[in-house]
């Protein structure tokens, strides 16, 4: 089943509203327990960063699995990488071989700790068992893939190509049951963690939401001005936040969909966020110097991650503050350095 954007639009409402809360929240915590903002600005300094080098090109995703214990990477040289985080060594990786071209993106299944999903430029979307690193099914879209993101409940998953088309195939099956073409550009999507809506950012600055499985246009979010790029739910399901080549990020109230702040301390245009699982942080990246990490409820920058190039993603470990990270960083004699970070934070009163 195909269906056109003017059929999606009709009954969606704009929303475009700013309401941002009086007074500034400065609630900080570590794994739940209340800690001072001087604790918290300790904690951030006492920092420890991790390399692991693997790829041949440039580091395009990363994304950690459901329990954390596995990180996986894909790259320009046409490979996925699985890691162990407190392995950084090659030896104890695992090479993912299969696709002919770019890995874009890559996303694991939110229910299961072994199977990974991965998009391509070669057309495909391809599944993986990171235990064997065997590829367990290929799924032949219409074209350049260029985003993927697993549902929730692990039943679905969607694949965004450079045709502005999104395709959603159906895990069981390795079959695609639906897709959805978009006459304007389409960026990063996801679901929210109920998975009963899906989101669309667009190169119109707007961010879509639609029923899920429906597909039908909910509302449509005004709060850019240039094209929206990335977007992510957070885990705790209060917020929505959304990266604009306008070099800022928006956060959304889940209830009622109105702009409740924005984040402002990039000047590129965010290429990539991500909450913390405790939802109380976000990392945002671009062509800055350093990757931001804001408090999500006060709206203040905490901590600068300095970069010595553009970073293309960041993700926070699902259950602990550890930041994974990756972009176009360069060696000596100009190769890419084919590589990722992990930022981590230890508790800040031990």
């Keep these: 089943m195909t269906e056109t954007e003017e059929n999606l639009t009709e009954s969606g409402k704009i929303i475009y509203d700013w309401n941002p809360p009086s007074g500034v929240l400065e609630n900080y915590a570590y794994q739940g327990e209340p800690i001072t903002k001087a604790e918290m600005t300790s904690m951030f300094e006492r920092h420890k ?60 299944d ?53 045709n502005d088309t999104i ?13 959805q073409k978009h006459t304007m550009e389409v960026n990063e999507i996801g679901w929210n963690n109920a998975n009963n809506l899906f989101f669309v950012t667009t190169g119109q600055g707007t961010i879509r939401v639609y029923d899920f499985p429906d597909t ?68 945002s990246a671009s062509e800055d110097s350093f990757i931001d990490i804001s408090h999500v409820e006060s709206g203040e920058s905490v901590y600068h991650i300095e970069c010595s190039a553009a970073m293309n993603t960041v993700a926070w470990h699902p259950r602990d503050y550890y930041l994974a990270y990756a972009g176009d960083e360069q060696l000596v004699d100009n190769k890419y ?7 981590s934070l230890k508790n800040p009163r031990s």
Excluded at 69 to 91: C, F, M, Q, Y
Excluded at 112 to 129: E, I, M, N, V, Y
Excluded at 227 to 240: F, I, K, S, W
């Design 167 to 179: 395709s959603f195939i159906e895990t069981r099956t390795h079959t695609i049951f639906h897709t």
């Design 216 to 283: 039908k246009l909910l509302y449509t979010l005004r709060g850019h001005t240039a094209n929206c790029y990335c977007v992510e739910a957070d885990p705790t399901g209060r917020y929505l936040a959304a990266g604009s080549a306008d070099a800022s990020v928006t956060l959304w109230d889940m209830k009622t969909f109105n702009c409740v702040r924005a984040f402002s301390e990039l000047t590129w245009p965010v290429r990539t966020l991500s909450f913390s699982y405790d939802g109380q942080f976000i990392a």
């Design 110 to 162: 939110p229910t299961h700790p072994d199977r990974l999903a991965t998009a391509s430029c070669d057309k495909t979307a391809r599944l993986w068992d990171q235990r064997s690193g065997k590829c367990t099914a290929v799924v032949q879209t219409g074209g350049e893939n260029i985003n993927i993101c697993w549902s929730p409940d692990g039943n679905s998953i969607a694949v965004g190509d450079k």
């Design 49 to 108: 960063t991790r390399e692991y080098k693997g790829h041949k090109e440039k580091v395009h995703t990363v994304a950690w699995n459901s329990d954390g214990r596995r990180i996986a990477s894909g790259s320009v040289d046409k490979t996925a990488r699985v890691w162990n985080p407190h392995r950084p060594e090659l030896k104890y990786s695992t090479e993912l071989k299969g696709h002919t071209d770019s890995v874009d993106q890559l996303d694991w």
């Design 337 to 343: 350095a084919g590589n990722l970070r992990i930022f």
